[in-house]
């Protein structure tokens, strides 16, 4: 008994792989937007916040042309901190978006996410605490050098509590057009300590 050769299940198997469609991204919820007119406070949730292509939250004492135009900060990394006993929300670490449903700090740097119809890109994961907060003060440890992320706006618009946060695409690890003297932007938080 000779095999024979079916020329149609070479096609048929190119057709079941062009079917196969990529894992899904990660997608989660704006829980809160928030603003501080000057650096180094806690933010105020507000109903809506103006994300501005290339400058950040509008009236926000962070934003501006660098590449810490927005932070970000996930609900759950929050919970950590009210599992030790403190009281605090949304706003209190200063970011400017509360996420929940994407563990945003451990996504890649150049990662760009969707928050409702604004693009931004990852930049920045964690950040030097120069002068330990109030929270840290506390209760001995922030979560915010670690787990907040920092963006740059790509393409602005209305943000407010409710919206999607859809990751895009993943990053490489780089961004493209950050650096200053002490590498901020390739910086991964343990860099920090």
Excluded at 23 to 46: D, F, H, I, Q, Y
Excluded at 60 to 74: F, I, K, M, T
Excluded at 85 to 103: I, K, Q, R, S, Y
């Amino acid at each position: 008994m000779s095999a024979s050769f079916d020329g149609n299940a070479v096609g048929d198997r190119a057709a079941a792989s062009d079917s196969v469609s990529p894992p899904e991204l990660p997608r989660g919820t704006v829980v809160s937007v928030n603003v501080a007119a000057a650096k180094g406070m806690r933010k105020k949730p507000r109903a809506e916040i103006l994300l501005v292509a290339g400058h950040g939250v509008e009236g926000d004492g962070h934003a501006g042309p660098w590449h810490r135009q927005v932070s970000l900060l996930a609900r759950e990394s929050i919970a950590t901190m009210r599992a030790k006993g403190l009281d605090v929300g949304p706003g209190d670490f200063a970011e400017n978006v509360t996420t929940e449903g994407v563990a945003v700090a451990e996504l890649p740097l150049g990662t760009r996410l969707r928050l409702a119809g604004c693009l931004v890109e990852l930049t920045q994961i964690g950040k030097v605490c120069h002068d330990h907060c109030a929270i840290y003060r506390a209760a001995g440890d922030c979560v915010m050098p670690r787990e907040g992320i920092f963006v740059r706006v790509l393409e602005g618009g209305p943000l407010r509590a409710g919206d999607e946060v859809v990751v895009e695409s993943l990053g490489d690890g780089s961004v493209e057009g950050v650096a200053d003297a002490s590498g901020a932007g390739a910086r991964r938080p343990e860099a920090d300590e």
